[in-house]
């Protein structure tokens, strides 16, 4: 049973442009939220998380917005650059991140065009 | 610090073979997952141990897989015997695991992965 689901599975947008990932859970224990980047040849990295007592957070050009009552949250990229393609993982944690387990959505594989 | 380093980083075995993935975890980290990528399914948690215990290894697929975790600085995981379906990325990834909520401290990192073709 798939507990986060993310989409789009694909995005493609020019440099500049603020890609959106969205992400909905179904698992109302989850309190913690974190994104992970993957380059590459590359193990995923956090890139950011919130939890979900606020509705958003931002770091640089990241930001997370958060609905709770709707149990989604999304990622924006701003002013979007080339170094951005990879793809990005939601996921998502109950116990404010404690509980070592930590379910991932399928990923979005982003391209950030010229 | 190196990171978690795993190995090999890439293996091509044919089907029925034994394969044994190794990995590192980060010097401290007291948690470490094994986790396998693939397009069809994503990243799909197959075990996880705390302090060098395993605490929930209800991810792996068949009693052809195993992992192990002898001491703090060293995992094994291990396919036995191998079959095509099993062609994914695997990664190893380890975290210092506290008990505040939301201090970030559970962050996980990932090793590069070690990328297993069963032919």
């Known amino acids: 049973q798939q507990q986060v689901k993310q989409s789009p599975q694909s995005l493609i947008v020019q440099k500049g442009g603020i890609p959106i990932i969205n992400c909905a859970y179904e698992n109302t224990a989850f309190d913690y939220f974190p994104w992970y980047q993957q380059f590459p040849g590359k193990g995923p990295a956090l890139l950011i998380a919130?939890?979900?007592?606020?509705s958003e957070k931002k770091e640089g050009r990241f930001t997370i917005s958060f609905n709770k009552s709707a149990k989604q949250f999304s990622l924006h990229i701003m002013d979007s650059q080339p170094g951005d393609s990879a793809t990005y993982f939601c996921?998502?944690?109950?116990?404010?991140?404690?509980?070592?387990?930590?379910?991932f959505g399928t990923g979005t594989r982003l391209q950030v065009t010229l | 610090d190196a990171g978690v380093i795993q190995s090999p980083r890439h293996e091509v075995t044919e089907m029925g073979q034994e394969v044994t993935l190794r990995c590192k975890p980060i010097s401290g980290h007291n948690s470490l997952f094994w986790y396998r990528q693939t397009m069809m399914r994503g990243l799909e948690l197959l075990i996880y141990f705390n302090n060098n215990v395993p605490i929930d290894d209800s991810g792996m697929p068949e009693d052809r897989f195993s992992a192990k975790m002898p001491n703090a600085s060293f995992s094994t995981l291990k396919i036995q015997p191998s079959e095509p379906r099993d062609s994914a990325v695997y990664f190893c990834?380890?975290?210092?695991?506290?008990?505040?909520?939301?201090?970030?401290?559970?962050?996980?990192?990932f090793g590069a992965g070690s990328r297993l073709t069963v032919l």
């Open positions: 996921a998502a944690s109950p116990y404010g991140g404690t509980a070592s387990k930590l379910t």
């Open positions: 990834a380890s975290s210092f695991r506290l008990s505040t909520p939301y201090s970030g401290a559970n962050v996980l990192t």
């Open positions: 919130i939890r979900p007592d606020v």
